[in-house]
């Protein structure tokens, strides 16, 4: 692979590799989506295996699928998915975060197109993709349904949309802001707002009121004895992901 | 610099090939150094040196598609008789015996020619395309960076890539030139291992016996031949070392018995001192370390190689799931999970070895009345006993993908 031009700014580069290192660090402030991020790759790409056909045993099976990634940060989720082949974009509203991905980018030697732009403005200007990843953002958007509209429309006929949040109860009060944010500091304060939290039969009412048709939804579990994060069938009582499909 | 391929090992003696044939078999291209020449593949001379191969570890080699050609040369371990003696008295009266016909998993494990297992490994390296083999090459210099690693050869050479691995024994460069330090402790013994020749069959029985000085271990090889590995304090162990053939086997002879009849030396007799070395780190960015080069231990149950096949199938298994995620398989986020799998394996092991050695390798006859009671123990409990096999044949904690037997 062919690493792009830089785009970055020379004077700021200092800064965006230490953003970078932070973002990398799997002991720094993003560690618990580093713990969590082989669970939720080891789901996203069954789903685009199974949704398109394609064998994960063998080199860059995502190849001539384009990709797009909305709330890319310093992407975690972009750079796994170049690696497997796709033609991937990053979209973040934080502007902050694209030259830290671009610069982490290019010293992977992976392309990828980041954008600083909204799900609302690509889809306003007509951009689709055959896979949509929509993970740990509907929580923090003031109008889901909108927001939900705006990923459908950015799905190719046929297109694959997965959507991850959070649930709405006691214990994913308890584990997502009282423990994550508060007790063991993972999380920054204020990250979360409850009343934000979707419930899944919430979350697939709305994927379905977007237009999308949701195929399958599994939970992404934290084992405190273990300390690491499975997917699991039943339990999606805190951290879960759904799969929806555009019908073409 | 452009990649050489995925994945660099530095070491090919025999956990460096098989790791090299695990991840070519699951799509990754593989540089193998290597100081020695290669191997000739003619039949090559027994020289006396022989391994106790784990369940477990046969079950890795036939997934790497090894094990038929091993096979034909390997002796399976129907039994294992583990008794307290002293030289010269015989076995004591308590015994533990363990028979493979209590667990339902098959024989224990299986004695392998050093020559059969060897040539196996490195005929299938060449055969693999997805493999490079370099001989008689030594590591000058290393250098890892963000994206890579990068091994300088005497010759010259560069090679890059995105992880390198250090199978080269208890002396590891590798892990030398990345600033990872050892610690350890000497036993102050030395293992004396040889191959004998002997008058009656062995019907597939190893036997231990926990001796004052050190163990002494009779492991059955193809035909009337067995593997010796016998533990003396280094003085007295290098005096033996010395002697003329003939009055090395003088000495054997009185600690070993005469149940298998009239003994005599086959090949070449060695000596291993018996220290432990565990690397401080077994990884670092874009490195990884495994066998010796991560922990070298006292080889009182032929747990070396049986550790080293672990490491094997963990380390591919890590790497392989990676790549299948598209994570970046030389960071350090992907090799702890490699780490965390075998550090606290190989600290138990090694603790527990020592230990076992410690409590037999005495005289005092508090300890020796505890150990034959604890045997004879041990041997009254069937529960137990199978517990014990299943540890000896290396089935128990959370195993590899390739040494239960199936693909990664």
Redesign the interface.
């Given at each position: 692979m062919q690493a792009p031009q830089s785009t970055v700014d020379p004077s700021e580069i200092a800064k965006f590799e230490a953003m970078a290192a932070e973002w990398w660090d799997p002991k720094g402030k993003f560690k618990p989506l580093h713990m969590l991020n082989p669970c939720r790759l080891d789901y996203i790409t069954r789903q685009i295996a199974a949704e398109f056909h394609r064998d994960l045993t063998q080199p860059e099976p995502f190849k001539g699928l384009r990709l797009l990634d909305i709330g890319c940060g310093g992407g975690l989720l972009c750079e796994p998915m170049a690696r497997l082949g796709a033609d991937v974009t990053g979209a973040d509203a934080a502007a902050g975060n694209l030259p830290v991905a671009q610069l982490h980018a290019e010293q992977s030697g992976l392309k990828i197109d980041y954008r600083h732009t909204t799900a609302e403005d690509m889809a306003a200007a007509g951009e689709q993709f055959d896979v949509v990843l929509n993970m740990e953002v509907v929580e923090h958007v003031a109008d889901p349904l909108s927001y939900l509209t705006a990923t459908y429309d950015l799905l190719k006929p046929g297109g694959l949309e997965i959507c991850s949040t959070i649930n709405r109860n006691p214990k994913s009060y308890a584990m997502a802001i009282f423990g994550a944010e508060v007790i063991m500091r993972w999380l920054p304060r204020g990250t979360h707002e409850w009343h934000k939290f979707i419930t899944p039969d919430e979350l697939v009412e709305l994927l379905s009121k977007a237009g999308l048709t949701p195929v399958d939804r599994k939970g992404f579990v934290f084992n405190p004895i273990s300390w690491n994060w499975s997917i699991s069938d039943r339990d999606l009582s805190v951290n879960y992901v759904t799969s929806s499909i555009k019908k073409s | 610099m452009k990649n050489t391929s995925d994945i660099l090992i530095v070491g090919g003696g025999l956990n460096g090939p098989a790791l090299a044939l695990a991840l070519a078999q699951?799509?990754h291209s593989v540089t193998l150094v290597d100081a020695q020449p290669l191997a000739s593949f003619e039949d090559a001379d027994f020289d006396g040196r022989g391994y106790a191969l784990a369940l477990a570890s046969q079950r890795l080699l036939a997934q790497i598609g090894i094990w038929d050609q091993v096979a034909e040369h390997a002796q399976p371990m129907l039994e294992i008789k583990a008794s307290d003696g002293t030289a010269g008295e015989g076995p004591s009266p308590f015994f533990l015996h363990f028979d493979h016909r209590e667990i339902e998993e098959g024989p224990m494990g299986y004695m392998a020619e050093d020559r059969y297992l060897r040539r196996a490994l490195l005929q299938a390296v060449v055969a693999e395309p997805k493999i490079t083999m370099i001989n008689e090459r030594r590591v000058i210099d290393q250098e890892i960076d963000?994206?890579g690693a990068s091994i300088t050869l005497d010759d010259g050479s560069e090679l890059r890539g995105k992880l390198l691995v250090g199978s080269d024994g208890r002396q590891s460069g590798t892990a030398k030139r990345a600033g990872i330090a050892r610690s350890g402790w000497d036993y102050g013994q030395t293992a004396l291992v040889c191959a004998i020749d002997h008058e009656k069959p062995h019907h597939g029985i190893a036997h231990q016996f926990f001796m004052a000085p050190g163990p002494l271990a009779i492991l059955p090889l193809p035909g009337n031949h067995s593997s010796i590995v016998w533990s003396e304090k280094t003085e007295t162990a290098q005096a033996i070392h010395a002697l003329e053939d003939a009055d090395y086997m003088a000495v054997l002879r009185p600690r070993f018995g005469d149940f298998l009849g009239e003994i005599s030396l086959v090949g070449k007799r060695f000596t291993y001192p018996l220290n432990l070395t565990i690397a401080n780190s077994f990884v670092a960015d874009r490195l990884a370390l495994v066998g010796d080069a991560a922990h070298g231990m006292h080889p009182i149950a032929g747990q070396g190689l049986n550790a080293g096949l672990r490491d094997v199938g963990a380390l591919a298994e890590v790497i392989t799931?990676a790549t299948?995620?598209?994570?970046?398989i030389g960071?350090?986020?992907v090799l702890?999970r490699y780490q965390q799998w075998r550090r606290f394996d190989t600290a138990a092991l090694a603790a527990t070895t020592d230990m076992v050695n410690r409590l037999f390798s005495n005289n005092n006859p508090l300890l020796r009345l505890g150990r034959d009671l604890g045997m004879g123990l041990v041997s009254s409990l069937p529960g137990l006993r199978r517990g014990f096999m299943r540890e000896a044949a290396g089935l128990t904690g959370d195993l590899p993908r390739l040494l239960q037997g199936k693909s990664i």
């Open positions: - | 699951t799509g963000q994206t799931e299948r995620r598209g994570e970046d960071s350090l986020l702890e």
